[in-house]
């Protein structure tokens, strides 16, 4: 009898209700513009990477777009490619490479949990955490890829913090140590929720 009430369909919408439900789809050009915006990081990394590439064969056009894409200003010219400007140019491209990732949590968990079923069960590349994927797991990963990104400027900026003044050096620091914070109070409450929704069941 149970399962007999649990098969019934559920009856349909009335016209106002049905309406405010399919406003989500007005989300739909916000995550395809995301996806756009996908395009232009891949574009960019493989630019920056064609640069690297060539700089590392002698190429001075490519080295000096490199420098000026760093930001990476020195009293001595640069003919040739050093350890910092190699490891500032890998810290961007992963910097690219973590934004990539956290615009794919953004697209395929925001698309889930606030618009549509994309019906990934079963499928061999559906991503781990989308399986139990909620607005509360979202943001807490979503605040740990912002913390990685963080962390990433952060370690930039240090590697090049002659082009810095103090101020700024002490101001991404403060700004780091925020997000990590936020990130440990996100999850912090996701865990006392979760135990009070816990208890009620």
Same mark, same amino acid.
């Given at each position: 009898?149970?399962? *007999?009430?649990? &098969?019934?369909?559920?009856? =349909?919408?009335? =016209?106002?209700?049905?309406?405010?439900? %399919?406003?989500?789809?007005?989300?739909? =050009? &916000?995550? &395809?513009?995301? #996806?756009?915006?996908?395009?232009?990081?891949?574009?960019?990394?493989?630019? *920056?990477?064609?640069?690297? #590439?060539?700089? %590392?064969?002698?190429?001075?056009?490519?080295?000096?777009?490199? #420098?000026?894409?760093?930001?990476?200003?020195?009293?001595? =010219?640069?003919?040739?490619?050093? +350890?910092?400007?190699?490891?500032?140019?890998?810290? /961007?491209?992963?910097?690219?490479?973590?934004?990539?990732?956290?615009?794919?949590? !953004?697209?395929?968990?925001?698309? *889930?949990?606030?618009? @549509?079923?994309?019906?990934? +069960?079963?499928?061999?590349?559906?991503? *781990?955490?989308? @399986?139990?994927?909620? /607005?509360?797991?979202?943001?807490?990963?979503? %605040?740990? /890829?912002?913390?990685?990104?963080?962390?990433?400027?952060?370690?930039?900026?240090?590697?090049?913090?002659?082009?810095?003044?103090?101020? !700024?050096?002490?101001?991404?620091?403060?700004?780091?140590?925020?997000?990590?914070?936020?990130?440990?109070?996100? %999850?912090?409450?996701?865990?006392?929720?979760?135990?009070?929704? +816990? $208890? $009620?069941?």
């Amino acid at each position: 009898m149970n399962d *007999e009430a649990t &098969l019934k369909p559920a009856p =349909p919408l009335r =016209p106002l209700p049905n309406l405010i439900f %399919a406003s989500r789809w007005l989300q739909l =050009p &916000l995550y &395809l513009g995301l #996806i756009a915006a996908q395009g232009v990081y891949v574009l960019h990394f493989l630019v *920056e990477l064609w640069h690297l #590439i060539e700089a %590392a064969f002698g190429s001075q056009t490519a080295l000096q777009a490199l #420098i000026a894409s760093i930001g990476y200003k020195t009293t001595a =010219p640069i003919t040739s490619l050093n +350890e910092t400007v190699i490891m500032l140019v890998v810290l /961007a491209l992963i910097d690219v490479v973590m934004i990539s990732n956290l615009l794919i949590m !953004v697209i395929v968990g925001g698309y *889930e949990t606030f618009v @549509s079923r994309m019906n990934l +069960e079963g499928h061999r590349d559906q991503p *781990e955490w989308l @399986s139990h994927v909620n /607005a509360s797991v979202l943001k807490v990963k979503l %605040a740990t /890829a912002i913390i990685g990104i963080s962390s990433i400027h952060l370690l930039k900026t240090f590697i090049n913090a002659d082009n810095y003044t103090d101020r !700024v050096l002490v101001a991404q620091t403060a700004i780091h140590i925020t997000f990590l914070l936020s990130a440990i109070a996100i %999850a912090f409450t996701d865990k006392i929720m979760s135990g009070i929704a +816990e $208890r $009620r069941h």
